[in-house]
């Protein structure tokens, strides 16, 4: 059974940082591409960053430079810093398994201002 549980995220105000956790099971983590998106009610989901299963990192434009997504193999873990937050970037953010049926939970970021 595959799952992905997030931990981090919560309340930070505009310029601070946060970050936030997934860890998985169930799947063959070092060959996944994981990634991290973020949905906002009323508004179409952004993929904000992905890893490739040797380490190689896209960003979406509206973070780069900001967040950075990081992943340990041997912990089967994937984090995504975000750092110089801005109250856009708030919204509940979910860690998937690119290409496949299979998120997390969700995590509330909300940046105020």
């Known amino acids: 059974q595959v799952q992905l549980v997030q931990s981090g995220g919560g309340l930070v105000q505009s310029g601070g940082s946060l970050r936030l956790s997934c860890a998985a099971s169930?799947?063959?983590?070092?060959?996944?591409?994981m990634g991290w998106y973020r949905q906002v009610p009323g508004k179409q989901r952004e993929s904000v960053a992905r890893i490739s299963g040797v380490g190689t990192p896209t960003y979406a434009d509206s973070v780069k430079g900001r967040f950075t997504i990081s992943r340990d193999n041997a912990k089967n873990t994937v984090d995504l810093q975000m750092n110089s937050l801005k109250v856009d970037d708030t919204a509940v953010y979910y860690c998937?398994?690119?290409?496949?049926?299979?998120w997390g939970q969700g995590t509330q970021v909300t940046v105020s201002s």
């Open positions: 998937d398994v690119v290409g496949g049926p299979y």
């Open positions: 169930g799947i063959t983590f070092s060959i996944a591409t």
